[in-house]
Protein backbone atom coordinates (compact mmCIF):
# COMPACT_ATOMS: atom_id res chain seq x y z
CA UNK A 1 0.00 0.00 0.00
CA UNK A 2 1.37 3.43 -1.06
CA UNK A 3 -0.09 6.74 -1.29
CA UNK A 4 1.19 8.81 -4.68
CA UNK A 5 1.04 12.29 -5.27
CA UNK A 6 2.45 14.17 -8.01
CA UNK A 7 2.64 17.70 -8.61
CA UNK A 8 3.60 19.71 -11.34
CA UNK A 9 5.18 16.78 -13.42
CA UNK A 10 6.42 17.31 -16.83
CA UNK A 11 8.74 15.81 -19.79
CA UNK A 12 9.81 17.17 -22.58
CA UNK A 13 11.49 15.25 -25.66
CA UNK A 14 13.24 17.71 -28.26
CA UNK A 15 10.13 19.98 -28.89
CA UNK A 16 7.74 17.50 -27.73
CA UNK A 17 5.92 17.61 -24.00
CA UNK A 18 4.86 14.18 -23.64
CA UNK A 19 3.43 15.43 -20.27
CA UNK A 20 2.55 18.64 -19.33
CA UNK A 21 2.09 19.77 -15.68
CA UNK A 22 0.40 16.84 -14.60
CA UNK A 23 -1.02 16.78 -10.75
CA UNK A 24 -2.52 13.83 -9.79
CA UNK A 25 -3.08 11.72 -6.41
CA UNK A 26 -3.27 7.68 -6.58
CA UNK A 27 -4.37 5.82 -3.59
CA UNK A 28 -4.42 2.29 -2.23
CA UNK A 29 -7.51 0.18 -2.48
CA UNK A 30 -9.34 0.92 -6.00
CA UNK A 31 -8.06 0.14 -9.29
CA UNK A 32 -6.54 3.89 -10.61
CA UNK A 33 -7.14 3.96 -14.47
CA UNK A 34 -5.06 6.33 -16.85
CA UNK A 35 -7.45 6.31 -19.96
CA UNK A 36 -6.36 7.79 -23.14
CA UNK A 37 -5.85 7.60 -26.91
CA UNK A 38 -2.34 6.32 -27.74
CA UNK A 39 0.75 9.00 -27.76
CA UNK A 40 -1.66 10.58 -24.85
CA UNK A 41 1.26 9.94 -22.23
CA UNK A 42 0.21 6.86 -20.43
CA UNK A 43 3.25 5.07 -20.81
CA UNK A 44 5.49 7.65 -19.99
CA UNK A 45 3.42 8.28 -16.73
CA UNK A 46 3.98 5.19 -15.80
CA UNK A 47 7.45 4.88 -16.24
CA UNK A 48 7.63 8.19 -14.58
CA UNK A 49 5.87 6.56 -11.40
CA UNK A 50 8.31 3.27 -11.71
CA UNK A 51 11.00 5.42 -11.95
CA UNK A 52 12.39 3.97 -14.99
CA UNK A 53 12.76 7.78 -16.58
CA UNK A 54 13.19 11.07 -14.84
CA UNK A 55 11.03 13.53 -15.25
CA UNK A 56 12.07 16.73 -16.85
CA UNK A 57 9.77 18.80 -14.20
CA UNK A 58 7.96 18.89 -11.12
CA UNK A 59 7.94 15.89 -8.30
CA UNK A 60 6.28 12.63 -7.59
CA UNK A 61 6.13 11.20 -3.71
CA UNK A 62 5.64 8.43 -2.59
CA UNK A 63 4.31 8.48 0.89
CA UNK A 64 5.01 11.85 0.97
CA UNK A 65 8.82 11.04 0.27
CA UNK A 66 9.73 13.52 -2.66
CA UNK A 67 11.40 10.62 -5.63
CA UNK A 68 13.75 13.79 -6.54
CA UNK A 69 15.63 14.11 -3.42
CA UNK A 70 16.21 10.34 -3.30
CA UNK A 71 19.41 8.21 -2.89
CA UNK A 72 19.77 5.91 -5.68
CA UNK A 73 19.85 3.00 -2.92
CA UNK A 74 16.78 4.36 -2.03
CA UNK A 75 15.28 4.64 -5.46
CA UNK A 76 16.20 1.14 -5.59
CA UNK A 77 14.57 -0.04 -2.27
CA UNK A 78 11.17 2.17 -3.82
CA UNK A 79 11.54 0.37 -7.29
CA UNK A 80 11.66 -3.21 -5.04
CA UNK A 81 8.21 -2.11 -3.78
CA UNK A 82 7.15 -1.64 -7.28
CA UNK A 83 5.93 -4.32 -9.59
CA UNK A 84 5.88 -2.80 -13.30
CA UNK A 85 4.19 -5.00 -16.52
CA UNK A 86 4.94 -3.82 -19.63
CA UNK A 87 3.14 -3.09 -22.70
CA UNK A 88 5.20 -5.33 -24.78
CA UNK A 89 6.76 -8.05 -22.79
CA UNK A 90 10.12 -8.10 -21.81
CA UNK A 91 11.38 -11.22 -20.82
CA UNK A 92 15.23 -13.08 -20.57
CA UNK A 93 16.18 -15.44 -22.86
CA UNK A 94 15.35 -18.43 -20.80
CA UNK A 95 12.96 -21.13 -19.24
CA UNK A 96 10.00 -19.66 -18.30
CA UNK A 97 10.74 -20.56 -14.51
CA UNK A 98 13.95 -18.18 -14.57
CA UNK A 99 12.03 -15.66 -15.89
CA UNK A 100 9.70 -16.04 -13.17
CA UNK A 101 12.08 -16.02 -10.30
CA UNK A 102 14.12 -13.31 -12.21
CA UNK A 103 13.03 -10.29 -9.94
CA UNK A 104 12.82 -12.01 -6.93
CA UNK A 105 16.51 -13.17 -7.07
CA UNK A 106 17.29 -9.54 -7.51
CA UNK A 107 15.39 -8.47 -4.35
CA UNK A 108 17.25 -11.40 -2.28
CA UNK A 109 13.69 -12.65 -1.67
CA UNK A 110 13.17 -16.25 -1.07
CA UNK A 111 10.42 -17.94 -3.05
CA UNK A 112 9.08 -21.24 -2.49
CA UNK A 113 8.26 -23.37 -4.84
CA UNK A 114 4.51 -23.70 -3.59
CA UNK A 115 4.50 -20.34 -4.50
CA UNK A 116 5.91 -20.42 -7.71
CA UNK A 117 3.52 -23.28 -8.56
CA UNK A 118 0.53 -20.85 -7.07
CA UNK A 119 1.32 -17.77 -9.31
CA UNK A 120 2.03 -20.27 -12.28
CA UNK A 121 -1.73 -21.72 -12.02
CA UNK A 122 -3.36 -18.44 -10.73
CA UNK A 123 -2.24 -16.86 -14.62
CA UNK A 124 -2.90 -20.11 -16.41
CA UNK A 125 0.54 -20.66 -16.90
CA UNK A 126 0.47 -24.16 -15.13
CA UNK A 127 2.98 -27.11 -16.58
CA UNK A 128 5.00 -24.30 -18.70
CA UNK A 129 8.24 -24.00 -15.89
CA UNK A 130 10.35 -25.43 -18.56
CA UNK A 131 9.72 -24.00 -21.64
CA UNK A 132 11.85 -21.38 -23.06
CA UNK A 133 9.67 -17.88 -22.78
CA UNK A 134 10.53 -16.60 -25.71
CA UNK A 135 8.28 -19.21 -27.74
CA UNK A 136 5.59 -18.64 -25.65
CA UNK A 137 2.50 -17.03 -27.45
CA UNK A 138 2.01 -13.41 -27.39
CA UNK A 139 -0.37 -13.35 -24.56
CA UNK A 140 1.27 -15.65 -22.28
CA UNK A 141 4.70 -13.51 -21.89
CA UNK A 142 2.21 -10.97 -20.57
CA UNK A 143 0.90 -12.96 -18.69
CA UNK A 144 4.10 -14.44 -17.03
CA UNK A 145 4.98 -10.76 -16.50
CA UNK A 146 2.53 -10.37 -14.67
CA UNK A 147 2.93 -13.75 -12.89
CA UNK A 148 6.29 -11.95 -12.69
CA UNK A 149 5.36 -9.32 -10.64
CA UNK A 150 2.64 -10.78 -8.56
CA UNK A 151 5.31 -13.42 -7.01
CA UNK A 152 6.97 -10.36 -6.10
CA UNK A 153 4.16 -9.12 -3.72
CA UNK A 154 4.95 -5.48 -4.29
CA UNK A 155 2.89 -2.31 -2.88
CA UNK A 156 2.51 -0.63 -6.05
CA UNK A 157 1.31 -2.23 -9.11
CA UNK A 158 2.08 -0.29 -12.30
CA UNK A 159 0.34 -1.69 -15.27
CA UNK A 160 0.73 -0.86 -18.89
CA UNK A 161 -2.44 -2.09 -21.20
CA UNK A 162 -2.01 -5.36 -19.33
CA UNK A 163 -4.37 -7.13 -21.31
CA UNK A 164 -3.94 -6.06 -24.83
CA UNK A 165 -2.93 -9.61 -26.78
CA UNK A 166 -4.95 -11.93 -24.71
CA UNK A 167 -8.17 -13.97 -25.49
CA UNK A 168 -11.35 -12.59 -24.38
CA UNK A 169 -11.27 -15.31 -21.09
CA UNK A 170 -7.87 -14.62 -19.99
CA UNK A 171 -8.78 -11.28 -20.42
CA UNK A 172 -11.27 -11.75 -17.56
CA UNK A 173 -9.05 -13.88 -15.28
CA UNK A 174 -6.81 -11.04 -15.50
CA UNK A 175 -9.60 -8.88 -14.66
CA UNK A 176 -10.37 -10.11 -11.42
CA UNK A 177 -7.22 -10.62 -10.37
CA UNK A 178 -6.42 -6.77 -10.47
CA UNK A 179 -9.50 -5.90 -9.33
CA UNK A 180 -8.48 -8.46 -6.20
CA UNK A 181 -5.10 -6.83 -5.79
CA UNK A 182 -7.42 -3.34 -5.61
CA UNK A 183 -9.70 -5.01 -2.85
CA UNK A 184 -6.57 -6.18 -1.00
CA UNK A 185 -5.30 -2.82 -0.59
CA UNK A 186 -2.81 -2.34 -2.79
CA UNK A 187 -2.13 0.49 -4.90
CA UNK A 188 -2.60 -0.50 -8.93
CA UNK A 189 -2.40 2.04 -11.42
CA UNK A 190 -3.84 0.77 -14.96
CA UNK A 191 -2.86 2.55 -18.40
CA UNK A 192 -5.16 1.58 -21.15
CA UNK A 193 -7.15 2.61 -24.22
CA UNK A 194 -10.09 0.01 -23.61
CA UNK A 195 -12.75 1.79 -22.46
CA UNK A 196 -14.90 -1.10 -21.54
CA UNK A 197 -11.97 -1.98 -18.84
CA UNK A 198 -12.04 1.05 -17.51
CA UNK A 199 -15.42 1.28 -17.11
CA UNK A 200 -15.20 -2.26 -15.24
CA UNK A 201 -12.21 -1.73 -13.60
CA UNK A 202 -11.76 1.64 -12.48
CA UNK A 203 -12.57 3.20 -9.35
CA UNK A 204 -10.65 6.35 -10.33
CA UNK A 205 -10.38 7.63 -13.67
CA UNK A 206 -7.44 9.86 -14.70
CA UNK A 207 -7.79 10.87 -18.76
CA UNK A 208 -5.05 11.88 -20.52
CA UNK A 209 -4.46 13.12 -23.85
CA UNK A 210 -1.77 14.52 -25.88
CA UNK A 211 0.48 14.77 -22.57
CA UNK A 212 -2.13 16.68 -20.87
CA UNK A 213 -4.50 15.69 -17.81
CA UNK A 214 -8.11 16.74 -19.04
CA UNK A 215 -9.86 15.31 -16.59
CA UNK A 216 -9.13 13.15 -13.08
CA UNK A 217 -12.22 11.51 -10.68
CA UNK A 218 -14.22 8.93 -9.42
CA UNK A 219 -14.77 6.72 -12.47
CA UNK A 220 -18.80 7.18 -12.49
CA UNK A 221 -18.38 11.14 -12.22
CA UNK A 222 -15.81 11.29 -14.98
CA UNK A 223 -17.53 8.71 -17.20
CA UNK A 224 -20.91 10.37 -16.37
CA UNK A 225 -20.04 13.94 -16.86
CA UNK A 226 -16.91 14.32 -19.19
CA UNK A 227 -15.19 17.76 -18.76
CA UNK A 228 -14.61 18.28 -22.42
CA UNK A 229 -15.71 16.60 -25.63
CA UNK A 230 -12.55 14.64 -26.22
CA UNK A 231 -13.23 12.83 -23.23
CA UNK A 232 -17.12 12.68 -24.17
CA UNK A 233 -15.73 10.97 -27.46
CA UNK A 234 -13.88 8.80 -26.07
CA UNK A 235 -15.66 7.65 -23.16
CA UNK A 236 -19.43 7.84 -24.74
CA UNK A 237 -18.91 7.94 -28.97
CA UNK A 238 -22.53 7.97 -29.21
CA UNK A 239 -25.02 10.99 -29.60
CA UNK A 240 -22.44 14.29 -29.56
CA UNK A 241 -24.04 17.17 -31.62
CA UNK A 242 -22.54 20.29 -32.37
CA UNK A 243 -24.15 23.28 -32.42
CA UNK A 244 -24.73 27.01 -31.59
CA UNK A 245 -26.47 28.21 -28.53
CA UNK A 246 -29.38 30.64 -28.58
CA UNK A 247 -31.74 31.52 -26.66
CA UNK A 248 -35.90 30.95 -27.17
CA UNK A 249 -38.42 32.43 -25.26
CA UNK A 250 -36.90 31.38 -21.91
CA UNK A 251 -35.18 28.42 -23.01
CA UNK A 252 -31.41 27.53 -23.74
CA UNK A 253 -31.46 25.82 -27.47
CA UNK A 254 -28.63 24.48 -29.19
CA UNK A 255 -29.06 25.42 -33.28
CA UNK A 256 -27.71 21.77 -34.31
CA UNK A 257 -28.89 22.18 -38.24
CA UNK A 258 -31.62 20.53 -39.40
CA UNK A 259 -33.26 20.26 -35.49
CA UNK A 260 -32.61 22.60 -32.38
CA UNK A 261 -32.47 20.82 -28.92
CA UNK A 262 -33.50 22.32 -25.99
CA UNK A 263 -30.64 22.71 -23.14
CA UNK A 264 -29.93 23.50 -19.75
CA UNK A 265 -27.39 26.64 -20.07
CA UNK A 266 -26.54 29.56 -18.45
CA UNK A 267 -24.88 30.65 -21.72
CA UNK A 268 -27.12 31.67 -24.77
CA UNK A 269 -24.39 32.16 -27.28
CA UNK A 270 -21.32 30.54 -28.60
CA UNK A 271 -20.36 26.99 -30.27
CA UNK A 272 -21.27 23.64 -27.99
CA UNK A 273 -21.85 20.40 -28.41
CA UNK A 274 -24.69 18.50 -27.05
CA UNK A 275 -24.14 14.84 -25.27
CA UNK A 276 -26.93 12.47 -24.80
CA UNK A 277 -25.94 8.91 -23.28
CA UNK A 278 -27.99 6.30 -25.22
CA UNK A 279 -29.72 4.98 -22.52
CA UNK A 280 -31.27 8.60 -21.92
CA UNK A 281 -33.21 8.35 -25.11
CA UNK A 282 -36.64 6.96 -24.81
CA UNK A 283 -38.14 5.26 -28.20
CA UNK A 284 -41.86 5.51 -28.97
CA UNK A 285 -43.66 4.72 -31.92
CA UNK A 286 -46.49 8.02 -31.37
CA UNK A 287 -45.05 11.24 -29.86
CA UNK A 288 -46.16 10.91 -26.30
CA UNK A 289 -46.85 13.58 -23.80
CA UNK A 290 -44.18 13.85 -20.85
CA UNK A 291 -42.36 16.84 -19.16
CA UNK A 292 -39.28 15.93 -21.50
CA UNK A 293 -38.87 19.14 -23.56
CA UNK A 294 -36.91 17.36 -26.80
CA UNK A 295 -38.99 15.23 -29.23
CA UNK A 296 -37.74 14.60 -32.21
CA UNK A 297 -39.29 12.20 -35.09
CA UNK A 298 -37.15 9.65 -37.16
CA UNK A 299 -36.28 6.56 -39.25
CA UNK A 300 -34.55 3.30 -37.64
CA UNK A 301 -31.11 2.89 -40.04
CA UNK A 302 -30.30 0.39 -37.96
CA UNK A 303 -30.83 -2.53 -35.03
CA UNK A 304 -27.34 -4.11 -33.86
CA UNK A 305 -27.49 -7.07 -31.19
CA UNK A 306 -25.33 -6.31 -28.35
CA UNK A 307 -26.84 -9.33 -26.17
CA UNK A 308 -29.41 -8.17 -23.84
CA UNK A 309 -29.47 -5.11 -25.27
CA UNK A 310 -30.09 -3.80 -28.67
CA UNK A 311 -29.06 -0.83 -30.50
CA UNK A 312 -30.89 1.30 -32.76
CA UNK A 313 -29.66 3.52 -35.01
CA UNK A 314 -32.06 6.64 -35.87
CA UNK A 315 -31.62 9.16 -38.41
CA UNK A 316 -34.16 12.14 -37.45
CA UNK A 317 -34.07 14.93 -40.69
CA UNK A 318 -30.15 14.57 -41.12
CA UNK A 319 -28.56 13.62 -37.70
CA UNK A 320 -27.71 10.45 -36.47
CA UNK A 321 -28.91 8.83 -33.10
CA UNK A 322 -28.12 6.15 -31.13
CA UNK A 323 -30.03 4.62 -28.25
CA UNK A 324 -30.29 1.67 -26.51
CA UNK A 325 -33.37 -0.84 -26.30
CA UNK A 326 -34.04 -3.74 -24.13
CA UNK A 327 -34.46 -6.73 -26.68
CA UNK A 328 -37.65 -7.30 -25.29
CA UNK A 329 -39.01 -3.65 -26.10
CA UNK A 330 -37.45 -3.67 -29.17
CA UNK A 331 -39.43 -7.00 -30.50
CA UNK A 332 -42.44 -5.27 -28.97
CA UNK A 333 -42.25 -2.15 -31.05
CA UNK A 334 -41.68 -4.28 -33.87
CA UNK A 335 -38.50 -2.16 -34.59
CA UNK A 336 -36.81 -2.51 -37.54
CA UNK A 337 -34.87 -0.65 -40.32
CA UNK A 338 -37.47 1.69 -41.67
CA UNK A 339 -39.54 1.87 -38.59
CA UNK A 340 -41.02 5.33 -38.40
CA UNK A 341 -40.15 6.37 -34.38
CA UNK A 342 -39.98 9.18 -32.17
CA UNK A 343 -37.18 10.08 -29.79
CA UNK A 344 -37.58 11.84 -26.48
CA UNK A 345 -35.13 12.88 -23.97
CA UNK A 346 -35.45 16.08 -21.32
CA UNK A 347 -33.24 18.81 -21.41
CA UNK A 348 -31.58 17.86 -18.17
CA UNK A 349 -30.05 14.50 -19.80
CA UNK A 350 -28.42 16.43 -22.18
CA UNK A 351 -24.81 17.36 -21.27
CA UNK A 352 -23.28 20.16 -22.86
CA UNK A 353 -19.46 20.84 -23.78
CA UNK A 354 -18.12 24.51 -24.97
CA UNK A 355 -16.31 23.97 -27.99
CA UNK A 356 -14.77 27.69 -28.17
CA UNK B 1 51.07 -19.64 -62.90
CA UNK B 2 53.63 -22.11 -61.84
CA UNK B 3 55.41 -19.66 -59.27
CA UNK B 4 52.81 -18.94 -57.32
CA UNK B 5 52.15 -22.31 -56.79
CA UNK B 6 56.37 -23.15 -55.85
CA UNK B 7 55.65 -20.13 -53.65
CA UNK B 8 52.90 -21.74 -52.09
CA UNK B 9 54.65 -25.13 -51.28
CA UNK B 10 57.53 -22.81 -50.55
CA UNK B 11 55.88 -20.94 -48.08
CA UNK B 12 54.25 -24.18 -46.47
CA UNK B 13 57.95 -25.65 -46.03
CA UNK B 14 58.90 -21.99 -44.18
CA UNK B 15 56.13 -22.53 -41.75
CA UNK B 16 56.98 -26.62 -40.80
CA UNK B 17 58.09 -25.76 -38.68
CA UNK B 18 58.28 -21.88 -38.48
CA UNK B 19 62.07 -20.06 -38.29
CA UNK B 20 62.60 -18.21 -35.44
CA UNK B 21 62.23 -14.72 -37.16
CA UNK B 22 58.79 -15.78 -38.92
CA UNK B 23 57.75 -17.21 -35.25
CA UNK B 24 59.00 -13.23 -34.07
CA UNK B 25 56.72 -11.81 -36.11
CA UNK B 26 53.66 -13.61 -35.71
CA UNK B 27 53.74 -13.26 -31.99
CA UNK B 28 54.64 -9.54 -31.98
CA UNK B 29 51.46 -9.17 -34.56
CA UNK B 30 49.24 -11.04 -32.16
CA UNK B 31 50.76 -9.24 -29.23
CA UNK B 32 50.64 -5.53 -30.82
CA UNK B 33 46.81 -5.97 -32.21
CA UNK B 34 45.36 -8.03 -29.25
CA UNK B 35 46.77 -5.05 -26.71
CA UNK B 36 45.02 -2.79 -28.99
CA UNK B 37 41.85 -4.27 -30.03
CA UNK B 38 42.05 -4.97 -25.72
CA UNK B 39 42.35 -0.91 -25.15
CA UNK B 40 40.18 -0.37 -27.95
CA UNK B 41 37.19 -2.26 -26.47
CA UNK B 42 37.95 -0.81 -23.21
CA UNK B 43 37.12 1.99 -24.26
CA UNK B 44 34.33 1.05 -26.66
CA UNK B 45 31.95 -1.35 -25.01
CA UNK B 46 31.55 1.70 -21.90
CA UNK B 47 31.23 4.42 -24.64
CA UNK B 48 28.58 2.29 -26.56
CA UNK B 49 26.96 1.47 -23.36
CA UNK B 50 26.42 5.11 -22.96
CA UNK B 51 25.46 5.99 -26.02
CA UNK B 52 22.69 3.40 -25.99
CA UNK B 53 21.08 4.20 -22.55
CA UNK B 54 21.30 7.49 -21.93
CA UNK B 55 19.55 10.18 -23.53
CA UNK B 56 21.67 14.02 -23.66
CA UNK B 57 21.52 16.76 -26.28
CA UNK B 58 24.00 16.69 -29.10
CA UNK B 59 23.55 12.64 -28.89
CA UNK B 60 22.97 12.07 -32.36
CA UNK B 61 25.98 14.56 -33.22
CA UNK B 62 28.03 12.43 -30.84
CA UNK B 63 26.97 8.81 -33.23
CA UNK B 64 27.11 10.81 -35.99
CA UNK B 65 30.76 11.71 -35.71
CA UNK B 66 31.57 7.78 -34.38
CA UNK B 67 30.30 7.02 -37.72
CA UNK B 68 31.96 9.05 -39.83
CA UNK B 69 35.04 8.60 -37.79
CA UNK B 70 34.92 4.67 -39.19
CA UNK B 71 35.49 6.41 -42.66
CA UNK B 72 38.86 7.93 -41.81
CA UNK B 73 41.59 6.83 -43.83
CA UNK B 74 44.02 4.66 -41.40
CA UNK B 75 47.50 6.36 -42.77
CA UNK B 76 45.34 9.93 -41.66
CA UNK B 77 45.26 8.28 -38.07
CA UNK B 78 49.23 6.81 -38.39
CA UNK B 79 50.05 10.32 -39.32
CA UNK B 80 47.93 11.59 -36.43
CA UNK B 81 49.98 9.07 -33.68
CA UNK B 82 53.11 10.07 -35.74
CA UNK B 83 52.74 14.03 -34.66
CA UNK B 84 51.68 12.92 -31.82
CA UNK B 85 54.73 10.46 -30.86
CA UNK B 86 57.54 11.79 -32.96
CA UNK B 87 60.66 13.67 -31.04
CA UNK B 88 58.75 17.23 -31.35
CA UNK B 89 54.97 15.95 -31.02
CA UNK B 90 53.53 16.27 -27.64
CA UNK B 91 54.03 13.06 -26.87
CA UNK B 92 57.77 12.47 -28.04
CA UNK B 93 59.43 12.27 -24.44
CA UNK B 94 58.16 9.02 -24.22
CA UNK B 95 60.40 8.08 -27.46
CA UNK B 96 56.92 5.97 -28.35
CA UNK B 97 58.21 6.39 -32.39
CA UNK B 98 59.05 3.61 -34.07
CA UNK B 99 58.28 1.05 -31.01
CA UNK B 100 55.68 -1.59 -30.51
CA UNK B 101 53.50 0.88 -28.07
CA UNK B 102 53.34 3.33 -30.99
CA UNK B 103 52.09 1.08 -33.26
CA UNK B 104 49.16 -0.21 -30.46
CA UNK B 105 48.17 3.08 -29.94
CA UNK B 106 47.47 3.92 -33.75
CA UNK B 107 45.96 0.43 -34.09
CA UNK B 108 43.70 1.17 -30.74
CA UNK B 109 42.15 4.53 -32.53
CA UNK B 110 42.08 2.97 -35.59
CA UNK B 111 39.73 0.24 -33.94
CA UNK B 112 37.72 2.58 -31.32
CA UNK B 113 35.04 4.29 -33.69
CA UNK B 114 34.75 0.94 -35.26
CA UNK B 115 34.06 -0.91 -32.38
CA UNK B 116 32.06 1.37 -30.52
CA UNK B 117 29.68 1.93 -33.77
CA UNK B 118 29.18 -1.85 -34.14
CA UNK B 119 28.73 -2.15 -30.40
CA UNK B 120 25.93 0.43 -30.45
CA UNK B 121 24.14 -0.53 -33.59
CA UNK B 122 23.80 -4.13 -32.03
CA UNK B 123 22.68 -2.89 -28.76
CA UNK B 124 19.99 -0.91 -30.04
CA UNK B 125 16.91 -1.94 -28.17
CA UNK B 126 18.48 -4.98 -26.56
CA UNK B 127 20.40 -2.38 -24.24
CA UNK B 128 17.03 -0.41 -23.48
CA UNK B 129 14.89 -3.15 -22.54
CA UNK B 130 17.52 -4.57 -20.74
CA UNK B 131 17.86 -1.82 -18.39
CA UNK B 132 14.41 -1.52 -18.20
CA UNK B 133 13.75 -5.20 -16.83
CA UNK B 134 16.18 -4.85 -14.70
CA UNK B 135 15.93 -1.89 -13.37
CA UNK B 136 11.69 -2.60 -12.99
CA UNK B 137 12.77 -5.25 -11.18
CA UNK B 138 14.65 -3.60 -8.74
CA UNK B 139 18.33 -4.06 -9.85
CA UNK B 140 20.72 -2.24 -7.70
CA UNK B 141 23.70 -0.37 -9.75
CA UNK B 142 26.11 -3.75 -10.09
CA UNK B 143 22.82 -5.95 -10.99
CA UNK B 144 22.10 -3.66 -13.59
CA UNK B 145 25.32 -3.63 -14.97
CA UNK B 146 25.32 -7.27 -15.05
CA UNK B 147 22.43 -7.45 -17.13
CA UNK B 148 22.83 -5.07 -19.41
CA UNK B 149 26.30 -6.38 -20.26
CA UNK B 150 24.89 -9.82 -20.44
CA UNK B 151 22.39 -9.04 -22.75
CA UNK B 152 25.06 -6.88 -25.01
CA UNK B 153 28.05 -10.25 -24.84
CA UNK B 154 26.94 -11.03 -28.04
CA UNK B 155 27.06 -7.39 -29.52
CA UNK B 156 30.38 -6.89 -27.84
CA UNK B 157 31.40 -10.06 -29.70
CA UNK B 158 30.83 -8.87 -32.79
CA UNK B 159 32.31 -5.57 -31.86
CA UNK B 160 35.79 -7.31 -30.82
CA UNK B 161 35.98 -9.27 -33.97
CA UNK B 162 35.71 -6.78 -36.43
CA UNK B 163 37.38 -4.84 -34.34
CA UNK B 164 40.73 -6.94 -34.39
CA UNK B 165 39.98 -8.43 -38.11
CA UNK B 166 40.97 -4.63 -39.00
CA UNK B 167 44.30 -3.85 -36.84
CA UNK B 168 45.63 -7.51 -37.73
CA UNK B 169 45.33 -6.43 -41.76
CA UNK B 170 46.44 -2.94 -41.64
CA UNK B 171 49.45 -2.04 -43.29
CA UNK B 172 50.43 1.39 -43.80
CA UNK B 173 50.08 2.78 -40.75
CA UNK B 174 51.55 0.81 -39.19
CA UNK B 175 54.53 1.20 -41.32
CA UNK B 176 54.50 4.55 -40.63
CA UNK B 177 54.70 4.58 -36.69
CA UNK B 178 56.13 0.84 -36.68
CA UNK B 179 58.45 1.53 -38.75
CA UNK B 180 59.06 -2.09 -39.81
CA UNK B 181 62.81 -2.58 -37.80
CA UNK B 182 63.28 -6.30 -37.97
CA UNK B 183 62.97 -8.32 -35.03
CA UNK B 184 61.80 -4.94 -33.22
CA UNK B 185 58.74 -3.50 -35.14
CA UNK B 186 58.23 -5.78 -37.73
CA UNK B 187 54.87 -7.40 -38.18
CA UNK B 188 52.98 -10.06 -40.72
CA UNK B 189 51.87 -7.30 -42.62
CA UNK B 190 54.63 -5.21 -42.68
CA UNK B 191 56.98 -8.23 -43.63
CA UNK B 192 54.54 -9.59 -46.71
CA UNK B 193 54.86 -5.89 -48.42
CA UNK B 194 58.80 -5.44 -47.54
CA UNK B 195 59.48 -9.11 -48.75
CA UNK B 196 57.06 -9.10 -51.71
CA UNK B 197 58.73 -5.96 -52.89
CA UNK B 198 61.96 -7.46 -52.29
CA UNK B 199 60.91 -10.18 -54.88
CA UNK B 200 60.75 -12.79 -52.10
CA UNK B 201 57.79 -13.82 -53.62
CA UNK B 202 57.91 -17.31 -51.50
CA UNK B 203 58.08 -15.48 -47.76
CA UNK B 204 55.41 -13.21 -48.40
CA UNK B 205 53.24 -16.35 -48.96
CA UNK B 206 54.49 -17.97 -46.10
CA UNK B 207 53.38 -14.99 -43.65
CA UNK B 208 50.05 -14.23 -45.84
CA UNK B 209 49.33 -18.30 -44.93
CA UNK B 210 49.96 -17.43 -41.37
CA UNK B 211 47.90 -14.16 -40.91
CA UNK B 212 44.71 -15.88 -42.53
CA UNK B 213 45.53 -18.59 -40.27
CA UNK B 214 46.09 -16.01 -37.23
CA UNK B 215 42.63 -14.14 -38.07
CA UNK B 216 40.67 -17.45 -38.77
CA UNK B 217 41.66 -18.87 -35.46
CA UNK B 218 40.72 -15.63 -33.24
CA UNK B 219 37.17 -15.57 -35.31
CA UNK B 220 36.55 -19.20 -34.15
CA UNK B 221 38.32 -18.48 -30.76
CA UNK B 222 35.34 -16.02 -30.33
CA UNK B 223 32.71 -17.61 -32.20
CA UNK B 224 33.10 -20.44 -29.76
CA UNK B 225 33.12 -18.17 -26.57
CA UNK B 226 29.48 -16.45 -27.93
CA UNK B 227 28.48 -20.28 -27.40
CA UNK B 228 26.89 -20.68 -30.97
Known amino acids: MMEIHIAGLGLTVGNKAILDNIDLEFSPGVVNVILGPNGAGKSTLLRLLGLLDRPGSGEIYFDDRAASSMSAAERTALRRRCGFVFQAPLLLAASVEANLRYGARLRSLGVSDEAVRQVLGATGLAGKEGQEARLLSGGEKQRLQLARVLLLDPDLYLLDEPTANLDPLSVKNIEAAIARLAREGKTVVLATHNLTQARLLAGKIVFLQAGRLLQAGAAADVLRHPLSLDIAEFSAAENIIPGTLFRRDDSAMLDCGPLAIEVVSERTSGRAAAVIRPEDIL ?44 RISCSQMGLAVGSGVVLTFKATSVLLLPLD | MSYILDGLRQGAALLLPPGREILQIIVLSLAVSGAATLIATLAAIPAALFLALKEFRGKRLVVGLVNTAMAVPAVLIGLLVYGLVSRRGPLGALGLLFTPGAMVLAQALLAFPLMTALALAALKGVAREARDLALSLGADRRQLAVAVIRQGR ?39 SLETMKGNFEIGIALGIVLLLAALAINIGLQLAQGK
Open chain 1, 283 to 326: VSLEPITSSARNSFRGTVLAVSDLGAVMTIHVDCVGIAFTVFVT
Open chain 2, 154 to 192: FAFLTAIIAGFSRVIGETGMTLMVGGNIKGQTRVLTTAI
